[in-house]
């Protein structure tokens, strides 16, 4: 299930404007921000997206607790969804 509009903006709104993401990323372009949180900007109306935490086929829900808000840079590293 994606999440709602609610969850999206609430999400942002803790995100206060900059990606979550404080995974260290591995594969070839792995190391844009180790251990530390992404200090990427982001713009609510620009290129952004929710992820979840855990994992829907994982038992993960769409919820704001499960989201965390990263750039597309930190999206494309994970792996997309
Ligand atoms: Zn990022
Ligand atoms: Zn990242």
Do not use: I, Y
């Not at 921000?33 to 982001?42: A, D, T, V």
């Not at 997206?49 to 994992?55: D, F, N, P, Q, S």
Request: include cysteine; proline fraction near 4%; charged fraction near 20%.
């Amino acid at each position: 299930m994606p999440f709602s509009d609610d969850v999206k903006q609430q999400a942002f709104t803790r995100s206060e404007g900059r990606c979550e993401c404080t995974s260290t990323h591995t594969g070839v372009s792995g190391a844009h921000h180790r251990g530390f949180r992404c200090p990427n900007p982001l713009d609510q109306n620009g290129s952004w997206e929710l992820r979840h935490k855990v994992a829907e086929m994982a038992g993960g829900t769409s919820t704001l607790d499960n989201s965390q808000v990263t750039c597309l840079t930190c999206n494309d590293m994970a792996g997309g969804r």
